[in-house]
């Protein structure tokens, strides 16, 4: 199984900061990795497919890069509706395993 | 729009059986593969089972193999989860999804909760 690492496990932070969260998957994936934004009592919402193709309708404040293994999440300028916890997930073969979440707090 | 109604959770004493199923609409149900993931109480993301659209290719995790079936109604544009001989770690919040062909999981359902417990 590929195991997915994320870091850090929280992030404290303001508005209109960068945050970068990093995934790290146990062997190479290529580009097959996703990014998935959860907010509190509420579903996962795709962010990034494909390590960097922001979904349609997500703000392009948010980015992804990466290939292999190590693979990274931006935004650009925290929003308050950014503050949430977010997953990685890789898409290369089954299981699907995913990152053990990074929670982006209000400083 | 494209709507995922998962529904069938509940309460079950330790070693019981439950169904989940899932409506989906607005979208060609029957062209997608659909998948079910799983979030114990304050932890994180674990994916469940995923089915083909034709029902031909299924993947379970390991940890629900042999107790957990995936199963799908195109005509009734319907997912399931029949599981059984239920335990206490199995107690989560159930998502369905829909799985693009990059393997994400594009639009998820609002979820129903499972608790495993006497």
Known sequence: ?107 | EVLLVESGGGLVKPGGSLRLSCAASGFSFSSYTMTWVRQAPGKGLEWVSSINSISRLIHDADSVKGRFTISRDNAKKSLFLQMNSLRADDTAVYYCATYTSMGSLEYWGQGTLVTVSS
Not at chain 1, 27 to 33: P, R, T
């Open chain 1, 1 to 107: 199984d590929i195991q997915m690492t994320q870091s850090p496990s929280s992030v404290s932070a303001s508005a209109g900061d960068r945050v970068t969260i990093t995934c790290r998957a146990s062997q190479g994936i290529s580009n097959w990795l996703a990014w998935y934004q959860q907010k509190t009592g509420k579903a996962p919402k795709l962010l990034i497919h494909a390590a960097s193709n922001l979904q349609s309708g997500v703000p392009s404040r948010f980015s992804g890069s990466g290939s292999g293994t190590d693979f990274t999440l931006t935004i650009s300028s925290l929003e308050p509706e950014d503050f949430a916890t977010y997953y990685c997930q890789q898409t290369h073969s089954f299981p699907l395993t995913f990152g053990g979440g990074t929670k982006v707090e209000i400083k």
